[in-house]
């Protein structure tokens, strides 16, 4: 929840007005306007994009109440400005986080921690990432799609994309 800094998880099935079965939410969970998440079902872990205080937060996926982070990315070597989206490519472990602020996909490793720069950054006029939040990976197809909110488009790249990239398709 962006407003009150927290991660709600519910049942896969639940319907209706319920409680969630887990909450992540307090002070030293590190959440700051959590815009996107991912769930790396392979190594339990889920990722947090925190738009308000530009980091990628990690958690083991049965954490709950006031925990820490067991990974955070942050510092200016990461080049996150206000992200938005976040993907795991399980069969690569790689990570791809978006940011509309600065119109880019930023890719790390699953792995990485502190202030690590990303391992490829997609960004840059040939693009045309503009507002984009979020994003998919297509693990079968070696494909990122990026959903961009200034110009009403899906923008697709091969996976491996980076630098000024133009994508291989728009939708």
């Known amino acids: ?4 800094h927290s991660i709600r998880v519910f049942r896969r099935t639940d319907t209706g007005n319920i409680a969630p079965i887990r909450t ?23 990722f947090v994009a925190n738009s308000y205080n530009h980091t990628i ?6 954490d709950t109440g ?3 982070p067991i990974r ?21 472990q790689e990570m791809f986080v978006t940011s509309g602020s600065t119109n880019s996909i930023m890719v790390f490793n699953t792995t990485d921690n502190d202030n690590v720069a990303p391992k490829r ?3 840059g006029a040939s693009t045309g990432l503009h507002g984009t939040y ?13 959903a961009n909110t200034s110009t009403e488009s899906i923008t697709i790249y091969v996976r491996t994309a980076s630098g000024d990239v133009p994508p291989v398709r728009i939708i």
């Open 1 to 4: 929840s962006n407003d009150n």
């Open 24 to 46: 992540i939410t307090g002070a030293s969970t590190g959440l700051s306007g959590p815009k996107g998440i991912a769930v790396d079902t392979a190594n339990n872990h889920i």
């Open 57 to 62: 937060t990690v958690y083991n996926r049965t």
């Open 66 to 68: 006031n925990v820490s």
């Open 72 to 92: 955070t990315i942050s510092g200016t070597n990461t080049n996150l400005h206000s992200p938005t989206g976040i993907a795991i490519d399980t069969v690569h």
């Open 121 to 123: 950054p997609i960004e």
């Open 134 to 146: 979020g994003i998919v990976v297509d693990t079968a197809n070696d494909q990122i799609f990026a």
